[in-house]
């Protein structure tokens, strides 16, 4: 399998991981430099608590939220084999397997370490992918383990959580309060909006490495890139209260399930047999067809946690 140079992939994260490391430096400094190290010093001691409490406990929110239930070979043995068989190309410890009870179609993976990891599925997807596009979706959210997507995103969340305390430090600060405050406060402010963005890109950029990540795996281009097409559709089908429900935990799943009624229409050019599903054939036509994303869905894309689905499966088609 040949994949595409990743060089362009590796700087833009390398860029945007010290471009976040450069603004919290920034906005402690400044504090520092205005108020001495000992507002500073506590605010990092807050935000380093706070990041460790939510490193702790954060899979167990996720399962109570994702209503998800651990299941036995017995029960799933489909499932338990796929992931099994995932984790022994991986290199990694088998993780849990879970259900989620919802009907959004969709997987996700969380955890603290390689060695603690938790794939689960919703049942939703279970009724709606066959077993090639499956275990294609599941080589993607192994790879999330593989590649410790779950740290590397829990810690570099914490840079935008820090400017936003800092804001909120100067709201009510006591004392008097002079136009530095005031200016540090809009900077922290300015530096909390830009933080959210490098974010969001950093986890756009990991999404195309766990897709690619899937591939490595030994899953066919052509399955993956089905079944998000799948998952678009089975999205889209959900009723407005159900996403609601997911929301605050939606960079957990495989797409982006709030955008998926605004990808339809983009995605619907690419089942060229209008089967619901994308064949190989078709994968290869996109490799050599100049895909168009319009303004409206570019800016959509900087605000959201997954890639432009056309674009997404573009690439895979260079994996193809």
Known sequence: MKFPNTWKLNLRLMLAMALLFILVYAIIAIIGYYFGFGRPLTIGILVLAWTFIQYMIGPKMVEKTMNVRYVSEAEAPQLHEMVADLAIKAGIKKPKVGISEINIPNAFA???????????????????????????VLGHEMSHINHRDM???????????????????????????????????????????????IVLFVSRVREYYADEG???????????????????????????????????????????????????????????????????????????????????????????????????????????
């Not at 990891?117 to 294609?136: F, P, S």
């Open 151 to 197: 740290v590397v995103m829990t810690l570099i969340s914490v840079v935008p959580l820090i400017c936003y305390w800092v804001y909120i430090s100067t709201l009510f600060s006591s004392g008097n309060r002079d136009n530095s405050t005031a200016i540090i406060g809009i900077g922290a402010l300015v530096a909390y909006f830009l933080g959210n963005l």
């Open 110 to 136: 969380f955890g603290k370490s390689k060695r603690d990891g938790h794939i689960c599925v919703t049942r939703g997807i279970l009724n709606l992918l066959n077993e090639n596009e499956l275990k294609a």
């Open 214 to 320: 899937s591939v490595e795996l030994g899953n066919q281009p052509n399955y993956l890139a089905s079944a998000l097409y799948k998952l678009v559709y089975g999205s889209a089908r959900v009723n407005k209260d159900e996403l609601k429900q997911v929301e605050g935990l939606k960079a957990f799943f495989v797409n982006d399930v709030s955008d998926a009624r605004n990808e339809i229409d983009n995605l619907r050019a690419i089942d060229i047999d209008k089967d619901g599903s994308i064949s190989e054939s078709e994968l290869a036509q996109i490799k050599y067809t100049k895909t168009r994303i319009g303004t409206a869905d570019k800016i959509m894309e900087i605000f959201s946690t997954h890639p432009n689905m056309v674009k997404r499966i573009k690439r895979l088609s260079e994996l193809s």
